[in-house]
């Protein structure tokens, strides 16, 4: 539990979480690093990936594994390994050993591979009958990558499959998918996503202290976010709770006041987020919905 508690700061939501989720990334941690972190972090992480490959190669694998659990942290393996799999035709295997290990949690993933938009879905449809899956959308490759409606269009077909949670690809750089190459958050991408799903079923990879900030000011602290590294958790849970000056402002001006843009901090600050983003996003849903009827 933390120690100091004589401030008001935003309210957050508690696990399991299902909004405000930190997905952080073990890429090669020794099980006393970990143990010491989460002795730090560990109330504010929810989901832990043992990024690419790192798994299949880590020694003390089941130990690293008993030590998130522990602490209410649910791991799994980064996607990278379900491609390999699915590149060797090892699928059942990989299946089989997520079983033996108790693994809940699968990544689903097309990140490196090309394939077939319907093969990505029969994979999350088999992979919901036994896991609760991640299905990321985007790739690693910034010359290859998707157009505004196949963002939108794949990312509720993976949903409408069986995944839990869409993934919004940025890679461990933060320089691909819903980034340009500097950085800069992609908004029209991001704009048309939660136009098509609720941000609460998105969950952005954010690798970055400046993408953390941009979708926090945009969805408040219950933004999923994720890759994180392990170390910077407790980093971004001050930008959740306005703890660091990159939204002190935002969270703890004066209340009842705007911001320049017009949005309300008390109603961020509250966690619901701001009225008028959801407004709009509820708006684009909509018109969406609409569309994909018509379209039938």
């Known amino acids: 539990m933390t120690m100091l508690d004589f401030l ?9 979480r299902d909004a405000g989720i930190t997905h952080a990334l073990d890429a090669g941690k020794g099980p006393q690093e970990v143990r010491d972190q989460l002795d730090v972090c560990g109330e504010f992480v929810d989901i832990v990936k043992l990024g690419w490959g790192t798994g299949y190669v880590s020694n003390r694998l089941e130990e690293k594994l008993a030590l ?5 942290i649910t791991p799994c393996f980064g996607g990278t390994l379900f491609e390999v799999a699915v590149m060797q035709d090892r699928f ?5 050993k997520l079983l033996d290990l108790d693994i809940d949690l699968v990544e689903v993933s097309t990140g490196v591979i090309s394939l077939d938009h319907d093969e990505k879905c029969e994979y999350i449809e088999r992979l919901a009958e036994d896991f609760t899956v991640l299905s990321e959308v985007g790739r690693k490759d910034g010359d290859d990558n998707l157009d505004l409606d196949a963002w939108g269009d794949r990312a509720v077909r993976e949903r409408e499959a069986g995944a839990w949670k869409i993934v919004a690809e940025g890679r461990a750089s933060g320089s691909t998918g819903v980034y340009g190459t500097d950085g800069d958050v992609r908004d029209d991408v991001v704009e048309r ?16 202290r400046s993408q953390q900030v941009w979708f926090i000011e945009q969805l408040g602290p219950s933004a999923n976010l ?3 590294e392990l170390d910077d958790a407790i980093g971004l849970e001050t930008l959740r709770q306005g703890l660091r000056g990159d939204t002190a402002e935002l969270f ?5 006041s705007p911001t320049e843009d017009g949005r309300c901090l008390d109603d961020i600050a509250d966690g619901s987020g701001c009225t008028e983003i959801w407004e709009h996003l509820s708006e684009q849903r ?8 018509e379209s039938e």
């Open 8 to 16: 008001d700061t935003p309210s957050r939501t508690t696990k399991p």
């Open 68 to 72: 998130y659990r522990r602490r209410d």
């Open 92 to 96: 059942e295997p990989f299946r089989e």
């Open 193 to 208: 996503l939660t136009g098509d799903l609720d941000p609460e079923e998105i969950v952005f990879e954010t690798p970055q």
């Open 226 to 228: 994720g890759n994180i």
């Open 252 to 256: 703890h001006g004066t209340e009842g």
């Open 286 to 293: 909509q018109s969406s919905d609409e569309q994909r009827v």
